[in-house]
């Protein structure tokens, strides 16, 4: 099909995925369902007009939506639409009840951090063109499923609240009398990534070592706590305190270097060489024989 | 909120597909570690007999009196299943190294944006080394 047939189909295209849409959640795609899916999404996947997006569906308070499932949406596809753009389609013109978290849309809230083909992706800044079709679209792993792509968040912030994620200083100066309180543009730089974490979840949820074991800290933790630690404005004894949090059992030992996080944090957070520094630092500072 | 999905195990295990470098150099690295903690445990019985050939203790061997430890190996080694497993030994050994080497890389923070190319480079090293060990191990192998 040619580029100008692409835009009047693609009005029309809400009704055809429509039925697709409206037929799938009421019972498991069948044999002939999938068939015609199939079809039709092939001949116009390969136009570029409809993606087929695969979402994750599960909600305990509906009877037959308990056993979770796939359902099949097919999304008119537009340049520069994100999978975000894709569920938000498909909720708004096929099916209301589709749940997922997402509010600034352009990777800054960390809500929307969906396992997309297989990766901890935010939903808002995957690019759709840059996936291979049918897009499969899950809550993210290792954390418990509430409804479709919510997944229960509380043991991750449990785990970043761990490491006091506030700025500590016993020698700030009395309201009154407050100054700025400068910080050297190399410190600044050395934790200059590690501030652009905007806790989405995804690596935690992609850790292995987190997954098995619930009270290891989490490479988003770390990290935080790394973005503290290496504060220069923050005191010597400040230090001590936050290395004492993280050379616990379930800290920083855990980590078995899988590279994993670091692989999946959208803002490209190094987190394992944080981690290693960490490891580095907690052994310096217990070495001290003279 | 009343109830909420857990995957489970299984369907972890299940995305063995989409498993990074990091992963496999993880997965391999424990593996090859319990696979040369189970060798020592027969490479301790082996050497245990070296006690009784100091012993003078002899086994009977096609009709004549020979050391039981010069006997133990002699006969292992004739055998083709053991000279296939010294080859997988080899490999675990080599792998285990390597990576090794590649994790203390790590740790001081060294060449951590190519951990995936070291990685690749363990392994194809370790085929590399295992495939020239060939020929050794299987020279003077009856059967
Ligand atoms: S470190 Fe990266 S992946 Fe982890 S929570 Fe922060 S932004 Fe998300
Ligand atoms: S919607 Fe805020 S990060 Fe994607």
Same mark, same amino acid.
């Given at each position: 099909?040619?580029?100008?047939?692409?835009?009047?189909?693609?009005?029309?295209?809400?009704?055809?995925?429509?039925?697709?849409?409206?037929?799938?959640?009421?019972?498991?795609?069948?044999?002939?369902?999938?068939?015609?899916?199939?079809?039709?999404?092939?001949?116009?996947?390969?136009?570029?007009?409809?993606?087929?997006?695969?979402?994750?569906?599960?909600?305990?308070?509906?009877?037959?939506?308990?056993?979770?499932?796939?359902?099949?949406?097919?999304?008119?596809?537009?340049?520069?639409?994100?999978?975000?753009? &894709?569920?938000?389609? @498909?909720? !708004?013109?096929?099916? $209301?009840?589709?749940?997922?978290? *997402?509010?600034? +849309?352009?990777?800054?809230?960390?809500?929307?951090?969906?396992?997309?083909?297989?990766?901890?992706?935010?939903?808002?800044?995957?690019?759709?063109?840059?996936?291979?079709?049918?897009?499969?679209?899950?809550?993210?792993?290792?954390?418990?499923?509430?409804?479709?792509?919510?997944?229960?968040?509380?043991?991750?912030?449990?785990?970043?609240?761990?490491?006091?994620?506030?700025?500590?200083?016993?020698?700030?100066?009395?309201?009154?009398?407050?100054?700025?309180?400068?910080?050297?543009?190399?410190?600044?730089?050395?934790?200059?990534?590690?501030?652009?974490?905007?806790?989405?979840?995804?690596?935690?949820?992609?850790?292995?070592?987190?997954?098995?074991?619930?009270?290891?800290?989490?490479?988003?933790?770390?990290?935080? &706590?790394?973005?503290? @630690?290496? !504060?220069?404005?923050? $005191?010597?004894?400040?230090?001590? *305190?936050?290395? +004492?949090?993280?050379?616990?059992?379930?800290?920083?030992?855990?980590?078995?270097?899988?590279?994993?996080?670091?692989?999946?944090?959208?803002?490209?957070?190094?987190?394992?060489?944080?981690?290693?520094?960490?490891?580095?630092?907690?052994?310096?500072?217990?070495?001290?024989?003279? | 909120?009343?109830?909420?999905?857990?995957?489970?195990?299984?369907?972890?295990?299940?995305?063995?597909?989409?498993?990074?470098?990091?992963?496999?150099?993880?997965?391999?690295?424990?593996?090859?570690?319990?696979?040369?903690?189970?060798?020592?445990?027969?490479?301790?019985?082996?050497?245990?007999?070296?006690?009784?050939?100091?012993?003078?203790?002899?086994?009977?061997?096609?009709?004549?009196?020979?050391?039981?430890?010069?006997?133990?190996?002699?006969?292992?080694?004739?055998?083709?299943?053991?000279?296939?497993?010294?080859?997988?030994?080899?490999?675990?050994?080599?792998?285990?190294?390597?990576?090794?080497?590649?994790?203390?890389?790590?740790?001081?923070?060294?060449?951590?944006?190519?951990?995936?190319?070291?990685?690749?480079?363990?392994?194809?090293?370790?085929?590399?080394?295992?495939?020239?060990?060939?020929?050794?191990?299987?020279?003077?192998?009856?059967?």
């Amino acid at each position: 099909m040619s580029t100008q047939q692409a835009e009047p189909e693609s009005q029309e295209a809400p009704k055809d995925p429509e039925m697709q849409g409206a037929e799938s959640p009421a019972a498991e795609t069948q044999e002939g369902d999938g068939a015609v899916d199939q079809t039709s999404t092939d001949a116009s996947e390969l136009d570029g007009e409809t993606v087929h997006i695969k979402v994750f569906r599960y909600d305990p308070e509906v009877e037959g939506k308990q056993e979770p499932r796939f359902d099949d949406f097919h999304v008119p596809f537009e340049k520069g639409m994100t999978v975000l753009d &894709a569920v938000m389609y @498909a909720r !708004d013109e096929y099916d $209301s009840s589709l749940t997922f978290r *997402h509010s600034c +849309r352009q990777a800054v809230c960390g809500s929307d951090a969906f396992f997309v083909n297989g990766k901890q992706r935010l939903g808002c800044k995957t690019q759709i063109a840059d996936l291979e079709a049918p897009v499969r679209i899950e809550p993210l792993p290792h954390q418990e499923v509430v409804k479709d792509l919510v997944v229960d968040m509380d043991h991750f912030y449990d785990q970043m609240h761990t490491v006091e994620p506030y700025f500590q200083d016993e020698d700030t100066p009395a309201v009154d009398d407050l100054e700025e309180q400068r910080q050297s543009p190399e410190n600044r730089e050395k934790i200059k990534m590690s501030s652009r974490c905007i806790w989405c979840g995804a690596c935690m949820s992609s850790c292995n070592i987190a997954a098995g074991d619930n009270e290891y800290l989490g490479p988003a933790a770390i990290n935080k &706590a790394y973005k503290f @630690a290496m !504060d220069d404005r923050e $005191s010597e004894e400040i230090k001590e *305190h936050r290395l +004492r949090i993280l050379e616990q059992e379930h800290g920083v030992w855990r980590c078995q270097t899988q590279f994993s996080c670091t692989e999946v944090c959208p803002k490209d957070i190094p987190l394992t060489e944080h981690i290693q520094e960490l490891k580095r630092e907690a052994v310096k500072k217990n070495l001290k024989f003279w | 909120m009343s109830q909420s999905y857990n995957r489970g195990l299984i369907e972890d295990f299940g995305r063995w597909k989409e498993f990074s470098a990091g992963m496999w150099a993880w997965i391999f690295h424990k593996f090859t570690g319990w696979v040369l903690i189970g060798y020592l445990f027969t490479h301790i019985a082996v050497l245990s007999t070296s006690i009784g050939g100091a012993q003078g203790e002899t086994t009977m061997v096609d009709g004549e009196a020979v050391n039981v430890y010069t006997a133990t190996l002699q006969g292992l080694e004739s055998l083709f299943l053991i000279r296939l497993l010294e080859i997988g030994l080899l490999a675990v050994a080599v792998f285990h190294i390597l990576n090794g080497l590649r994790l203390l890389m790590v740790d001081l923070g060294i060449g951590l944006d190519s951990q995936d190319k070291s990685f690749y480079a363990s392994l194809v090293l370790t085929g590399a080394i295992t495939v020239a060990s060939v020929p050794t191990f299987l020279t003077g192998v009856s059967i």
